[in-house]
């Protein structure tokens, strides 16, 4: 190897670690960008992947529009009559109100997308009904957790489900249709898993009493759920899937799909229409601060990583074993996850420089972009430092290592199985 290469390994090295003590994601990656294309020789490499991330013609529309239809979703409450119409037939299972928990929040998960507010959202339901129930706090926090593990995957305004899609040059909706069994079914192991240890080895359906007397929550009036707002937000995905299967000629993409759900919430709500408006654009410009400026600086980190060699060098090893592809896809992801409580960068960064290439060591694309998203996923849902676990921590009075341990053999399992049959 030269000395580029060692240089880029040394970067990849400190940036994990910076990422590990919660320094700006963004700022990590562009800075250890810049610095393996200039050690290259080749800075405007930096600049001309910056400037392809900002202006990506197919993620920008799709993902900014996906965040400010899930910003009008919030300011209209919509999230909140969801939860409330999914929570109503939990107050009698007993020890399975921890797995069914758990589901109902993937399931809102699918609309909402954002991991953290789909756990505020849904905890601030979910888990004082859990604990009333008889379940200890920390089992509660962590059935509500574990359900944000993959859900936007099936939502088509997801940022990764566009990007591997297009990258693997799949329609959006067959990519999301073919990747669904595998996300649903992984889900279904990983609570069972979850719920298992729960109910067995620690027991969190038979509390004492002191764990109950220290849950503290202020008393909310109950919601009087309408039933049309509790579904606008599933309207896009309606929208997206009718008209793939039966009119799949419409032109109908994720963009027209959010804007047609942002009316029928209007028409729904009856809210003052420039506060729909500003709620719409305010999420749009969210979405691009958060979500595409951590795809610019990904791509930046992933330039690096081209300029110093160092993928052309680790693309050469994988085509002598396409099982250091598997695992490096499943494990990575998943380790600097748990290490950092977020994925996004990891997946980001593999997606963009490896994922490409995976034909050439005998594998599919959009499989193993899936590898990694879901292996980035499984490992922020088990990590204590994930901004999801210290929500639904804090609304049950609850350390976060105790819930993140209630997650992780879950997703552990997961993860195993996984890398074994998605790619």
């Not at 962590?142 to 305004?157: F, R």
Request: charged share 10%; net charge positive; with cysteine.
């Amino acid at each position: 190897m030269n000395w580029q290469i060692w240089f880029a390994v040394a970067a990849i090295v400190l940036t994990v670690l910076a990422l590990v003590k919660r320094l700006e994601t963004r700022m990590v990656l562009l800075i250890a960008g810049f610095a393996m294309c200039a050690a290259a020789g080749e800075p405007l490499k930096a600049f001309q992947a910056f400037i392809k991330g900002m202006t990506h013609t197919t993620l920008v529309p799709s993902i900014c529009a996906a965040m400010g239809f899930a910003a009008v979703v919030s300011a209209t409450k919509c999230d909140e009559h969801l939860v409330a119409a999914v929570a109503s037939p939990l107050k009698a299972l007993g020890g399975m109100l921890i797995p069914v928990t758990t589901l109902l929040t993937f399931g809102i998960n699918i609309a909402i997308m954002s991991a953290a507010g789909t756990a505020a959202t849904a905890g601030a339901t979910f888990i004082p009904l859990l604990i009333r129930a008889g379940i200890r706090p920390a089992a509660a926090a962590a059935a509500v957790g574990g359900g944000t593990m993959s859900g936007l995957l099936l939502n088509p305004g997801c940022a990764h489900d566009i990007y591997v899609a297009k990258m693997a040059n799949m329609d959006l909706m067959s990519f999301i249709g073919w990747a669904a069994p595998y996300v649903c079914g992984l889900v279904v192991v990983a609570t069972t898993v979850n719920a298992v240890l729960a109910l067995f080895k620690y027991r969190d359906h038979k509390p004492s009493e002191e764990e109950l007397r220290s849950f503290k929550s202020e008393a909310r009036a109950e919601l009087k759920v309408n039933y049309l707002k509790a579904l606008a937000p599933l309207v896009p995905l309606a929208i997206l899937i009718s008209a793939s299967i039966w009119f799949p000629k419409a032109g109908i993409d994720v963009v027209a799909a959010m804007l047609i759900g942002m009316v029928v919430i209007a028409l729904i709500t009856m809210m003052n229409p420039g506060d729909i408006s500003k709620a719409f654009f305010k999420g749009m410009g969210s979405g691009y601060a958060q979500v595409i400026g951590l795809i610019v600086a990904a791509g930046v980190f992933s330039a690096g990583l081209q300029a110093t060699g160092t993928v052309a060098a680790f693309i050469d090893a994988l085509k002598s074993s396409n099982e250091l592809a598997r695992w490096g896809a499943a494990v990575g992801p998943f380790l600097m996850a748990v290490g950092t409580g977020s994925g996004e960068a990891a997946i980001w960064a593999f997606n963009q420089a490896v994922t490409p290439h995976a034909a050439s060591f005998g594998m599919e694309p959009h499989s193993l972009g899936l590898l990694a998203i879901l292996a980035g996923q499984f490992g922020r849902t088990a990590s204590p430092l994930a901004g999801a676990i210290i929500i639904v921590a804090g609304m049950a009075g609850a350390d976060p290592v105790s819930v993140a341990k209630r997650l992780f053999p879950g997703m552990a399992v997961a993860l195993i199985i996984s890398a074994l049959i998605v790619v």
